[in-house]
């Protein structure tokens, strides 16, 4: 069991007794999304359960960290599906398109599925992210693959995806779906998963369909209301992992998010996307690295806080989002610079008394760094980002090291007031969320014979669920904050 302050959360098996419309998660979602959204985000951003949205664990539950907007501000978008990258098979564009998708124009990828539909945003994976296409039609039929028709997600006509891209063997893979604004189709989904974002704020909508062979295990989460009373609910596990996919999506929509206004749907309307960190970092402090030192981390801050943040100041407190060979790289420059000034560190500090049945007096070896003081005040602590080692949206290899390029970076976020404001914060639209259900022969508690609550809009033997909303992520001031990418050799 894993718990998130006041709400312990249990997967159980079903029990009709105790597990009732009235008390189901999703029923209660669906008539007040506008009070039970915060719920749902909380419990799926539990680093206890579920750790893979670093940035709405740390912004979620903290006090002044959401703003709420009447209007439509910015928007970003999301990652769909967790599967495998598409290969590309050949270059079937004409001979004369040499500058693919410049001017905002349509070209084609020839990839060795059709897992990918209108809607959905691919990247080839590059660190630089400026590559990101929107799938404009449906994906035909062509010799031994399927050929997509993409655009370039860029608001400048003189962008265009390098021809390099397009040889075979390059891997494209889905980062998330794009909305429009009155939107009736969701992206693909693969394993299930289905969903849309909008950004200016961010309009998001998923679907999936529960069919009547779903899993009969259940996610148990007693609520605490305001005084103190715990309030049992249940939910199908396999909306579970509905719910917990797209909110691995929106932070995906987060960090990888590019602007652009490049497609139109089926009504008419654009689909208006916007940036995510990395696109907004882009004119922040940037530094290239091929061996990270403690000397390089001091000098990079000091380029920040110089001038305007003094000595010792609680502003310098900063956090660095980074992969697993990123903190590597950073526990290795901590102890380098211990040797390199002769400190002599008692053998407790490295060494733990532990029990084993090979001997009767045993230790454990071993220490890691994850925070650095700085000179004149200040810190910087590590956060795991797991997207950073996710090879389906990362497979840039550096070739001497062997090393993933993008889990060496370190993306530095100053998460402290801005004249009295966080720095960093998601954006959200006044009642911009919605849930639903459209149930056939069967919906959220079995046959639709068990409940007057379920209507039947189809003669299907399944039910399928629909979530949105608006979202985004801005940073206040880009200039408190910046990254340490890996010099790709």
């Known amino acids: 069991m894993a718990t998130l302050g006041r709400m312990a959360i249990q997967k159980i098996e079903y029990n009709g007794q105790n597990m009732t419309d009235s008390n189901h998660l999703g029923t209660m979602l669906k008539t007040a999304p506008h009070k039970m959204m915060g719920k749902i ?65 349509k070209f084609k990828i020839k990839l060795d599925e059709n897992w990918f539909m209108e809607t959905d945003v691919l990247s080839p994976g590059t660190s630089s992210n400026k590559y990101n296409c929107i799938v404009v039609e449906a994906p035909r039929r062509d010799g031994n693959g399927y050929v997509y028709t993409v655009q370039l997600l860029t608001q400048n006509d003189s962008d265009f995806l390098p021809l390099n891209l397009l040889k075979p063997g390059q891997q494209w893979s889905k980062l998330y779906s794009a909305s429009g604004e009155a939107a009736t189709k969701g992206g693909s989904t693969q394993l299930g998963r289905e969903m849309k974002f909008r950004n200016k704020i961010a309009k998001s909508r998923k679907q999936y369909r529960v069919t009547d062979y779903a899993s009969t295990a259940v996610l148990a989460v007693p609520l605490t209301d305001r005084d103190g009373n715990q309030h049992p609910t249940w939910m199908n596990y396999a909306e579970v992992e509905f719910h917990k996919q797209w909110q691995e999506e929106r932070e995906v929509m987060r960090w990888y998010g590019r602007q652009g206004d490049v497609y139109q749907d089926e009504n008419g309307y654009r689909y208006e996307t916007g940036p995510g960190l990395h696109e907004q970092l882009e004119d922040s402090h940037i530094e290239y690295y091929t061996n990270l030192t403690t000397d390089l981390i001091d000098q990079y801050l000091m380029d920040i806080f110089y001038g305007r943040v003094g000595p010792g ?130 919906g959220p508690m079995g046959p639709n014979d068990r409940s007057g609550k379920f209507g039947s809009a189809h003669a299907g033997d399944y039910y399928s669920m629909h979530i949105g909303g608006h979202e985004g992520v801005y940073v206040k001031d880009i200039t408190k904050c910046g990254e340490l990418k890996f010099a790709l050799n």
């Not at 419990?43 to 940035?55: H, Q, T, V």
Request: glycine residues 8%; aromatic residues 12%.
């Open 313 to 442: 100041n609680t502003h310098r407190n900063l956090k660095a989002f980074t992969g697993e060979w990123g903190m590597i790289n950073f526990h290795k420059a901590i102890s380098s610079a211990i040797t390199k000034k002769g400190l002599i560190q008692n053998i407790e500090v490295f060494t733990n008394k532990t029990n084993s049945d090979l001997a009767n007096k045993t230790y454990e070896y071993g220490i890691q760094y994850t925070r650095y003081n700085l000179t004149n005040g200040g810190s910087l602590e590590l956060i795991h980002n797991p997207l950073y080692d996710n090879k389906i949206y990362n497979n840039e290899i550096d070739p001497f090291s062997g090393k993933p390029v993008e889990s060496m970076r370190l993306t530095i976020l100053d998460f402290s007031d801005t004249d009295g404001e966080k720095n960093v914060k998601l954006v959200k639209k006044k009642g911009g969320d919605f849930f639903n259900y459209i149930c056939g022969n069967y």
């Open 41 to 105: 985000d909380q419990i799926f951003a539990s680093k206890n359960y579920y750790s893979n949205n670093p940035l709405a664990h740390i912004l979620g539950p903290e006090v002044g960290s959401t703003i709420t907007i009447g209007g439509v501000e910015y928007e970003w978008e999301l990652r769909g599906a967790t599967t495998r990258p598409l290969i590309t098979l050949e270059n079937v564009n004409a001979p004369s398109v040499t500058a693919p998708g410049k001017y905002k124009s």
